[in-house]
């Protein structure tokens, strides 16, 4: 295996491990959302599931703590 071939591989396999960190933070996602406030609309559910993976990270945080499904879900301010 050429030099070329190693770093195509290793471009793909960090590729799936991105992508396999996002689906792992999106269903922790929905699963925190759901057993905090019930079913989610499935207009909510697309959004998150179009969601980059930095956005799903700060609403799983938010998720922890957030009093509301809005609050983990707003966006910050423009001042």
Do not use: N, Y
Request: charged share 30%.
């Amino acid at each position: 295996m050429d030099e070329c071939e190693r770093e195509m591989i290793g471009t793909i396999a960090s590729e799936l491990e991105q992508r396999g960190e996002k689906r792992g933070r999106l269903q922790a996602l929905v699963f925190v959302l759901e057993r905090r406030f019930g079913p989610l609309p499935s207009e909510l559910l697309k959004q998150i599931g179009e969601a980059k993976a930095a956005q799903l990270e700060t609403w799983l945080g938010r998720a922890v703590d957030a009093a509301t499904l809005e609050a983990v879900l707003e966006q910050p301010s423009k001042h």
